[in-house]
């Protein structure tokens, strides 16, 4: 199961037609996303004040599973430890989205892989390369 980023769903709606057939081929069925990605493509829709993109954000609410980050709170809390012991910090809103996708073994789909890949263990694709 794949916990799609806002990022990639910034650049399906923006047409990148690859990005959809991609979805298409592994089944939106299969497709998730954090309650974090969602509320981030909120706030740019708001920011830009493009009223428009409402109706494509609910459309990705209804097909696709929105998973909370109640269960990856704990998860959330080690990392965020781990990384700062190590120097590194990861921005908050990233940090709660991989912590859902370990938590809820999916494999993360992202563009942003020089942030997520400083998380171990965390499955990390590409579909925009």
């Known amino acids: 199961m794949y916990l799609i980023d806002s990022d990639v769903l910034i650049a399906m709606g923006r047409g990148n037609t690859c990005l959809q057939e991609k979805m298409n081929s592994v089944g939106l069925t299969e497709c998730a996303l954090s309650e974090i ?22 459309f990705f609410e209804g097909v696709l599973k929105i998973v909370p980050i109640t269960q990856a709170i704990k998860t959330f809390a080690k990392l965020r430890v781990q990384l700062e012991s190590a120097g590194s910090r990861l921005e908050t809103m990233d940090l709660f989205i991989a912590a859902t996708a370990l938590e809820g073994d999916y494999t993360l789909v992202s563009h942003n892989k020089r942030h997520y890949s400083r998380i171990p263990g965390l499955k990390l694709e590409d579909w925009i390369e």
């Open 37 to 58: 990605s969602l509320a981030e493509l909120y706030v740019g829709a708001y920011k830009v004040g493009n009223r428009k993109l409402e109706p494509l954000l609910e």
